[in-house]
């Protein structure tokens, strides 16, 4: 999917509810998880004023120039290649939309409310992307651990707390059996994951593919339950900068196909719904495709003078942010509704698979290894 820069690109806002109303279980949110969440919404919202995140949010993001920046000997030990590199680090084995090799980006991926999720060797060898264990940099960045812990659980309390909101609104549309309860099946999972991730400088726009919107990470929906997104921070040389880029940001395409670049904001953290809790709402709480984009460089701004930053200001730029990847546990059952479609390659309307067995014919997609 592409997009012409010189198409008028709206921009719109998150709904956006406050933490103060969010732990309140006896308001009823529910127009506002409709407005963000439901058939006509975009598939987000945000949470403000929660009270310690943006410090959280600071110590972690700043981490990460300091990871990508180990010696590569160092980094080659914290990689997972059992866990297709969903444990520890990761660089250049994830395949982009274009079915390139993703090397624009670095991940590090770790469960920040368990290390060791289960010591049952069968489940560590049949879904080693979830039931592995924590890689820490302990000598190399002992920093990271407690920074990715703190925050990864802040951000899970939050969610745990939308998603008892969405099993109001969703309560009012359909009956609830205890198994469809989404807060119940992320409390109760073993399976969350956080992803610390990191932007490489751009240094030479004529290597990326500049006349798609999605070229820094290309369109997709999550395929689990919730995912908790912190705004990014922008840094040169291990100083922060204010983004010079407008163009940048995360895209939406609506439920009408129309591209939309959504907003919220620096000390909000954004929901976005993942496909597994459309599959358990029956479609009454649905996902988007969404895309980042990072940076226009100048090469690129005779297209869009108006959207490039100028100079020398996107050289050397460096973008750091933080996903929680809210999930069922891997044997959590999942029966793929007609009324939600999705993947339709895949053929999985009318059956039955655990979350495990749905991650892995979507890992086949994206990682050309298999454990």
């Not at 719109?12 to 998880?33: G, P, Q």
């Not at 109760?188 to 070229?215: E, M, V």
Request: proline share 5%.
């Amino acid at each position: 999917m592409s997009l012409s820069w010189e198409s008028t690109v709206p921009t719109v806002s998150t709904v956006t509810i406050s933490y103060s109303e969010l732990k309140e279980s006896n308001i009823d949110l529910s127009a506002r998880i409709e407005e963000g969440f439901g058939p006509n919404g975009l598939g987000i919202l945000s949470v403000k004023d929660v009270p310690g995140y943006s410090t959280l949010r600071q110590n972690l993001l700043r981490l990460a120039p300091r990871l990508a920046g180990l010696p590569e000997e160092v980094k080659r030990e914290l990689e997972d290649a059992h866990s297709r590199y969903n444990f520890g680090w990761s660089h250049g084995k994830e395949k982009l939309e274009s079915g390139k090799l993703d090397m624009l980006k670095g991940s590090y991926y770790a469960n920040p409310l368990q290390d060791v999720p289960t010591s049952n060797s069968y489940e560590i060898q049949r879904y080693p992307s979830y039931c592995g264990s924590n890689i820490w940099p302990r000598n190399s960045l002992p920093e990271l651990e407690g920074g990715f812990k703190a925050l990864g659980k802040l951000m899970f309390e939050v969610g745990l707390m939308v998603a008892y909101h969405c099993d109001q609104y969703v309560s009012k549309g359909i009956k609830q059996h205890e198994k469809q309860n989404l807060e119940k099946i992320l409390r109760d999972s073993r399976c969350h994951k956080g992803r610390l991730l990191y932007y490489f400088p751009a240094q030479d726009s004529s290597t990326q593919d500049n006349d798609s919107i999605s070229s820094w990470c290309g369109w997709h929906t999550d395929h689990g339950s919730l995912t908790g997104l912190t705004r990014a921070i922008f840094s040169r040389d291990s100083v922060e900068v204010p983004c010079p880029d407008p163009a940048s940001g995360l895209y939406i395409q609506t439920r009408s196909g129309q591209i939309v670049k959504v907003v919220y904001g620096e000390d909000e953290i954004a929901y976005q719904i993942g496909e597994t809790t459309a599959i358990l709402s029956s479609g009454y709480l649905r996902a988007t495709p969404h895309c980042v984009r990072v940076i226009i460089l100048q090469a690129f701004a005779d297209m869009a003078p108006q959207l490039a930053p100028q100079g020398e200001e996107a050289r050397g730029l460096e973008r750091s942010t933080f996903a929680l990847f809210m999930q069922p546990d891997w044997d959590q059952k999942l029966t793929f509704p007609k009324e939600v479609t999705i993947h339709e390659e895949l053929s999985l309307s009318n059956e039955v698979l655990t979350f495990g067995e749905y991650t892995e014919k979507l890992l086949n997609k994206y990682y050309d290894s298999k454990p």
